[in-house]
């Protein structure tokens, strides 16, 4: 079946970085875009950025520009997503979610990683 | 920050009709761009519920439909069950260049079955 698996629970200090992965199986990784979505606790959800995984293409919310990195391994069906400079505004869950074909929403989503940022 | 505003809590008995609400703007909703909604129940991963305004994707009952007017949409849930009990958001595109994002989410709404 389709479905997007990702890395496990993180914890780090403040100032460093964090790389989640997100392993595709169950349909063609280079036909949809992947996007990161993240939730702090108790806080909606807020969109990240997307990866186009056949071209490499990305495009990041203003907000996470310039500390936010998405890439891709398509020979391991897999996207990455890495946050630098940390701070426990950091602190959240961490989805990413596959792209409808033709919509500007998302059908499959990953399990979620949690991420904790505490000194 | 561009934000599409719903209400913080619905309810409702077994059985009966709740309609969540989500107001955007000239540049998401009121732009002509689609609105989608997602489930999200507790410790869990949102789910698509519609998308398109008002698709529903395969395996999604037809009690949750969906429904957009100018610059706002909404979800309607009927024959409301326990299981209804999440959190729902909705979702756009915002047209603006500028702003934190391109893809937008709803302040999120709880629906509590009574």
């Known amino acids: 079946q389709v479905q997007l698996v990702q890395s496990g629970a993180e914890v780090k200090k403040p100032g460093a970085s964090v790389k989640v992965s997100c392993k595709a199986s169950?349909?063609?990784?280079?036909?949809?875009?992947i996007h990161w979505v993240r939730q702090a606790p108790g806080q909606r959800l807020e969109w990240m950025g997307w990866i186009n995984p056949d071209k490499g293409f990305t495009k990041y919310s203003q907000k996470f520009q310039g500390r936010v990195t998405i890439t891709r391994d398509i020979s391991a069906r897999t996207a990455y997503m890495e946050v630098s400079s940390l701070t426990s505004e950091d602190t959240a869950v961490y989805y990413c979610?596959?792209?409808?074909?033709?919509?500007?929403?998302?059908?499959?989503w990953g399990q979620g990683t949690m991420v904790t940022v505490s000194s | 920050q561009s934000v599409l505003t719903q209400p913080a809590s619905v309810s409702g008995a077994p059985g009966q009709r709740v309609t969540i609400s989500c107001t955007g703007s000239r540049s998401n909703i009121g732009a002509g761009n689609h609105v989608h909604w997602y489930q999200q129940l507790p410790g869990s991963a949102p789910k698509l519920l519609i998308y398109?305004?008002?698709n529903r994707p395969s395996g999604v009952p037809d009690r949750f439909s969906g429904s957009k007017s100018g610059t706002s949409a909404s979800l309607a849930i009927t024959g409301l069950r326990a299981e209804d009990e999440a959190d729902y958001y909705c979702?756009?595109?915002?047209?603006?260049?500028?702003?934190?994002?391109?893809?937008?989410f709803g302040t999120g709404t709880k629906v509590t079955v009574l």
């Open positions: 979702q756009s595109y915002d047209s603006r260049l500028s702003g934190p994002g391109n893809y937008v």
């Open positions: 979610a596959r792209q409808i074909l033709d919509e500007f929403a998302f059908d499959v």
């Open positions: 398109g305004n008002s």
């Open positions: 169950g349909y063609i990784f280079t036909n949809y875009f």
